[in-house]
């Protein structure tokens, strides 16, 4: 049974094929589960992390929760349909407690097994919903989730010269919703490179070249 009543069925007979990542933004993981929980909010995730590593199931998998809201991702909106969402209890300004990415760890992996979702199936916030939402944010440790095989991270390679034109591109074959040249910048480096603010570079052409190459749109199945 769901301890939220902010759900719904999925629409259209979607079913998961993404994990959508988000920070609480409260100040505890209590707060954060009256919110979840409140009727009146009318927003709900299927599970929340605690900083100590609890995991609290909020919304059967079956089920869409409210949490990604507008945006969208690989050209499919109604990212609520399609996703498992997974809040962890953070502010958003400190970093995330070892158990807690233990306990993330720990979920997502026989989650994604279930749902057969790939690596490149697993996203922030702040990637389906680019200016409107920037979590997990910057201290969160996409680079460790990628090293457990349960989120994706760019390989070294030759950096191209800087072409914002295949810039765009590839960060739209990759799965990035369209938006403007330089709010698609700084969600691609929130992501992938959250300590880097200078001119835009061979670096994140590297970036989102390798992405597109090996996660892109086109070398998904069918149904992913």
Request: hydrophobic letters at 45%.
């Amino acid at each position: 049974m769901s301890l939220s009543p902010n759900f719904t069925n999925r629409r259209n007979g979607l079913r998961p094929e993404l994990v959508v990542i988000h920070y609480t933004a409260m100040a505890d993981c209590e707060a954060a589960e009256r919110v979840l929980c409140d009727p009146a909010r009318e927003v709900s995730a299927h599970y929340l992390i605690s900083e100590a590593g609890g995991i609290r199931a909020l919304v059967d998998e079956e089920m869409r929760a409210w949490h990604a809201g507008a945006g969208a991702w690989a050209g499919r909106d109604d990212v609520n349909s399609r996703s498992i969402g997974i809040e962890l209890s953070n502010t958003g300004l400190v970093p995330f407690a070892a158990a807690q990415m233990d306990a993330l760890e720990r979920l997502l992996a026989p989650l994604l097994a279930r749902w057969n979702i790939p690596p490149h199936g697993v996203i922030g916030h702040s990637d389906m919903a680019p200016g409107r939402k920037i979590d997990p944010g910057p201290r969160f440790d996409w680079r460790r989730l990628a090293r457990q095989g349960l989120a994706v991270w760019p390989d070294n390679r030759d950096a191209p010269a800087p072409d914002m034109e295949r810039f765009r591109a590839a960060a739209l074959e990759f799965g990035y919703p369209a938006v403007d040249d330089d709010l698609l910048l700084q969600t691609v480096r929130l992501r992938f490179r959250p300590c880097f603010d200078g001119p835009f570079d061979a670096r994140d052409m590297a970036i989102i070249t390798d992405l597109a190459e090996r996660f892109g749109i086109d070398r998904r199945g069918p149904s992913a």
